[in-house]
């Protein structure tokens, strides 16, 4: 996939993250954006997630701005 459209991916589903934050949480292991009804992080399997509305903005935010590793709750919306 070219990096450009990538990216697109990526900001097409921090929008919706950021639109419900509440619907989703922080794993505190890898940074990942994980649906709130998991148990386990999918991505890297921790179980310590921090859930405030405000983090999950700030990290689908942040993960919309840059190509990297973690996920963003790939295939859980
Ligand atoms: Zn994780």
Sequence with gaps: ???DSHLQERARKAEIIIAQP???????GCDSI????VATCPNC???RFNDAPEAV??????LASRAQTSVIADDLL
Excluded: D
């Design 45 to 47: 399997h921790g179980y």
């Design 57 to 62: 903005v700030a990290q689908a935010r942040l």
């Design 22 to 28: 509440t619907a989703f949480k922080v794993c505190e």
């Design 34 to 37: 994980v649906a709130a009804r």
């Design 1 to 3: 996939m070219p990096e």
